[in-house]
């Protein structure tokens, strides 16, 4: 019994230290959810429709148009208002052959890989779009608005927030004359 006494301060100090540690430790914090963006891609497109806006007091100034692009053009908004994304894409495609520094057609075939949900060809098209049109105007509000929500779609909050920065530059206010 002796020896059993002896062992017991050894066995203690081997057993109490864990046992005191495991009191200390915690449950794992709860994990933080990721919040699921469901903007379906016409909300996104509605949102753009949104920041492009209707405004009277700015100027806009379109160039002339050429009538083959022009009728391409219809019928892609044609298709894209029946549902045929696929064909508005081949009509839009088919103009951009025509006129591939057009910046009024590469937003149209951004809109609709916004629509499609070809998040990377929207930010695509529309920064072309940037890089070759007006930086002032409902159409320049249209490229960055697009740019954001296809980036907002793939989850990047802050790129997209730097390119809804750039939408306030889009507009000019008129010249008030009296």
């Known amino acids: 019994m002796s020896?059993?006494?002896?062992r017991l301060p050894r066995l203690l100090a081997a057993i109490l230290p864990p046992l005191?540690?495991?009191?200390?430790?915690?449950?794992p914090p709860p994990t933080a959810s990721v919040p699921v963006d469901t903007t379906t891609p016409a909300q996104r497109l509605a949102a753009v429709d949104a920041a492009a806006g209707a405004d009277d007091t700015e100027l806009s100034v379109?160039?002339?148009?050429d009538p083959q692009v022009e009728?391409?053009?219809?019928?892609?908004?044609?298709?894209?208002?029946?549902?045929?994304?696929?064909?508005?894409?081949?009509?839009l495609d088919q103009a951009l052959q025509l006129a591939p520094e057009n910046p009024s057609l590469l937003q149209e075939r951004?809109?609709?890989?916004?629509?499609?949900?070809?998040?990377?060809?929207?930010?695509?098209?529309?920064?072309?779009?940037?890089?070759?049109?007006?930086?002032?105007?409902?159409?320049c509000r249209r490229h960055w608005?697009?740019?954001?929500?296809?980036r907002l779609a793939r989850g990047q909050a802050e790129n997209a927030a730097s390119a809804h920065a750039q939408i306030a530059g889009c507009t000019v206010p008129g010249i008030k004359r009296y």
């Open 110 to 139: 951004a809109e609709i890989a916004l629509l499609a949900a070809d998040y990377a060809g929207a930010e695509t098209y529309a920064l072309r779009a940037v890089e070759l049109g007006s930086k002032t105007g409902p159409l």
């Open 62 to 65: 379109a160039p002339l148009r």
């Open 3 to 6: 020896s059993n006494l002896r």
């Open 71 to 91: 009728d391409l053009r219809e019928q892609a908004d044609a298709q894209r208002r029946s549902g045929d994304l696929a064909g508005a894409v081949r009509a």
């Open 20 to 27: 005191l540690l495991s009191a200390c430790v915690s449950a």
């Open 145 to 150: 608005s697009t740019i954001e929500q296809s």
